[in-house]
């Protein structure tokens, strides 16, 4: 029974709906813009850290389509780091949980000066489709300082290209936010004036 329907499954093909065209170019400027701002500011390549908190995993599919072979962040030098020590960016996604709010604020005070907290998603934002559980704080900029929020259910790999550059380019730098943290952000795209 099984090899009829191996067969069956092999001749009909995908069933998943076409991936929408990347347009190629756009996407090397990105990353060739988002490598020489972030060399520009730090000297080197930029560093990313993802910091998981409490998201659907529906954002985490499209950062990974950040190191896919579509958008390959890395082969300009800008990667993904595995600790926050390593990290100019912490690349945060989900609504901010509260069993993740200590766990949050630890990274963030790993990463070394200048660092900047990127919000990705809808849930990021404010809490999106979590907002009003007990479980949740709200947006991530309720317990971090947000540097940029990058809004969407999920925000598409470009748009977080995009955001990622706007960060850099602006070249902030402002003071640090001390000890209790927030404020900083406003919701949308910042930085990029
Ligand atoms: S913004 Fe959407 S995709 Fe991202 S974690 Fe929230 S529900 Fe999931």
């Given at each position: 029974m099984l090899l009829p329907r191996l067969v069956r499954d092999l001749l009909r093909g995908p069933q998943t709906d076409p991936a929408p065209p990347v347009p190629e170019i756009t996407v090397s400027a990105l990353i060739e813009r988002l490598d020489a701002a972030a060399r520009a500011r730090l000297g080197r390549s930029l560093a990313i850290r993802h910091v998981g908190s409490?998201?659907?995993?529906g954002c985490e599919l499209e950062i990974n389509g950040l190191s896919?072979?579509?958008?390959?962040?890395?082969?300009?030098?800008l990667r993904f780091v595995a600790s926050p020590r390593h990290?100019?960016?912490?690349l945060v996604t989900g609504p901010a949980c509260r069993n993740m709010t200590e766990a949050m604020q630890r990274a963030w005070h790993c990463a070394p000066e200048p660092r900047w907290v990127v919000a990705v998603g809808d849930c990021a934002l404010?809490?999106?489709?979590?907002?009003?559980?007990?479980?949740v704080e709200g947006g991530v900029g309720q317990v971090l300082p947000v540097d940029l929020v990058i809004p969407g259910?999920?925000?598409?790999p470009g748009l977080m290209l995009e955001g990622l550059l706007a960060l850099v380019e602006a070249q902030r730098d402002e003071d640090e936010v001390p000890a209790?943290?927030?404020?900083r952000a406003e919701p949308g795209f910042r930085n990029q004036g």
């Amino acid at each position: 029974m099984l090899l009829p329907r191996l067969v069956r499954d092999l001749l009909r093909g995908p069933q998943t709906d076409p991936a929408p065209p990347v347009p190629e170019i756009t996407v090397s400027a990105l990353i060739e813009r988002l490598d020489a701002a972030a060399r520009a500011r730090l000297g080197r390549s930029l560093a990313i850290r993802h910091v998981g908190s409490g998201s659907c995993n529906g954002c985490e599919l499209e950062i990974n389509g950040l190191s896919g072979v579509v958008y390959d962040l890395e082969r300009l030098g800008l990667r993904f780091v595995a600790s926050p020590r390593h990290a100019d960016v912490l690349l945060v996604t989900g609504p901010a949980c509260r069993n993740m709010t200590e766990a949050m604020q630890r990274a963030w005070h790993c990463a070394p000066e200048p660092r900047w907290v990127v919000a990705v998603g809808d849930c990021a934002l404010d809490g999106g489709v979590f907002r009003d559980s007990y479980a949740v704080e709200g947006g991530v900029g309720q317990v971090l300082p947000v540097d940029l929020v990058i809004p969407g259910c999920p925000p598409s790999p470009g748009l977080m290209l995009e955001g990622l550059l706007a960060l850099v380019e602006a070249q902030r730098d402002e003071d640090e936010v001390p000890a209790g943290m927030p404020p900083r952000a406003e919701p949308g795209f910042r930085n990029q004036g």
